[in-house]
């Protein structure tokens, strides 16, 4: 018995009830959903030539809320509030991606996978945030040789 509905099912059964699926959108929504990308990928970058360290410390406090987002759904999860979570399998493409073992494949995993991943985001970003930028080495910079026990090199 295949245990894994076709994807379309899964949109469909397991999609919020106020919002439609991504690929019945209209067109006027998608236009303006690209047109939002389209302005805060142009404001982003600007504010990111005037002050990368706003914008990574912008994106700290984001990764916060997300962190804070995923527990709050893995709580409602543990206390029975999302019924229909309960014995839905993670989406392949994210099995694929964290590569999540066999007995793991649930959406509660799926959801600490992410939880975990938005922490690390939230450390990274505080951390550039942090930075001088004239002054300061980007930590995250350090290669894997480095890693594995070889010379850090000063630059120059
Ligand atoms: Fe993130």
């Not at 469909?12 to 047109?35: C, D, E, H, K």
């Not at 527990?71 to 099995?95: C, F, H, N, Q, Y």
Request: net charge neutral; proline share 8%.
């Amino acid at each position: 018995m295949d245990r894994n509905p076709p994807r379309r099912s899964l949109q469909r059964t397991n999609a919020p009830p106020n919002i439609p699926p991504t690929s019945s959108a209209n067109p006027l929504m998608r236009f303006m959903v690209l047109g939002a990308q389209w302005v805060f990928f142009t404001g982003f970058s600007v504010a990111y030539l005037i002050s990368p360290q706003i914008c990574h410390r912008f994106v700290g406090y984001l990764e916060e809320e997300a962190v804070i987002t995923y527990s709050k759904a893995i709580r409602d999860l543990d206390t029975g509030r999302l019924p229909r979570w309960e014995s839905l399998r993670a989406p392949d493409m994210a099995v694929r991606y964290w590569e999540m073992p066999v007995d793991r494949r649930c959406m509660r995993s799926l959801l600490l996978y992410v939880r975990a991943d938005e922490a690390k985001h939230c450390e990274v970003n505080h951390t550039l945030g942090n930075l001088d930028q004239n002054l300061d080495t980007n930590p995250f910079s350090v290669g894997v040789e480095q890693l594995r026990g070889g010379e850090v090199k000063a630059e120059p």
